[in-house]
């Protein structure tokens, strides 16, 4: 079975430029959360979505925004390139639907971002 | 404002040997734990939980263990092998949805042989 797949693996972008990050669920899940990590950082959550509405959503400026399709892929925008944008962005998908239960969720190998 | 915190960033360890990964966390809010191993050009893959009604939790060579009243967690591996040999990290929930999580920075494991 294909896990969660991310495209492209690494992309190289300019300060002030807009990029598009793109994921793709396991089959069946719903749900699809964005992370950002930093170098020497932990992941950390950027937006969660489910069933393409914005489920959650952290503390990230509006330069970041994203989307779910119908058939669940999902797509990060980053407007504005900064140079502290620079990060490894995972992707995780998961059920998102299992109320009151472990819901696990699995990551991609991630896109490699560079801003110069 | 770091809610899980992971103090140290490497840890090496002799193949066969315990290794201990250590996490501490500020809200005691907090209903569960996860920690997640992550491979060079791999995703962070999820390895074990605990909620926060447990001290204890285990699956095969991995324990984690849960001290409420110091706001700690402890992941135990025995026997370490070299293909444990990854960066680990401590989670915990952020809320809202169970796809926001929030990581500690990680800590590097060594296992040499």
């Known amino acids: 079975d294909a896990g969660v797949t991310q495209s492209p693996t690494h992309l190289i972008k300019t300060r002030g430029q807009q990029v598009t990050l793109r994921c793709s669920p396991i089959?069946?899940?719903?749900?699809v959360s964005w992370y950002q990590q930093v170098l020497g950082q932990g992941p950390q959550f950027i937006f969660q979505?489910?069933?393409?509405?914005?489920?959650g959503r952290g503390n990230f400026p509006d330069r970041f925004s994203a989307r779910q399709f119908p058939n669940y892929s999902s797509e990060l925008n980053v407007n504005a390139l900064l140079l502290g944008d620079s990060a490894l962005y995972l992707c995780?998908?998961?059920?998102?639907?299992?109320?009151?239960?472990?819901?696990?969720?699995?990551f991609g190998p991630g896109t490699r971002l560079t801003v110069t | 404002d770091q809610q899980v915190k992971q103090n140290s960033p490497s840890l090496s360890v002799q193949e066969g040997r315990i290794s201990i990964l250590n996490c501490d966390y500020t809200?005691?809010?907090?209903?569960?734990f996860l920690w997640y191993k992550k491979y060079p050009a791999e995703g962070p893959t999820f390895l074990i939980s605990i909620s926060s009604i447990k001290d204890k939790n285990e699956d095969g060579r991995f324990t984690v263990f849960l001290n409420k009243s110091a706001k700690h967690l402890s992941l135990h591996i025995v026997p370490s092998q070299p293909g444990d040999s990854a960066v680990y990290f401590c989670a915990g929930p952020g809320g809202g949805s169970q796809g926001n999580l929030i990581f500690g920075k990680g800590t590097k494991l060594s296992v040499k042989p």
């Open positions: 995780a998908s998961s059920w998102g639907n299992l109320a009151g239960a472990f819901d696990e969720q699995y």
């Open positions: 979505y489910y069933e393409k509405e914005e489920r």
């Open positions: 089959s069946g899940h719903k749900s």
């Open positions: 809200n005691s809010m907090f209903d569960y």
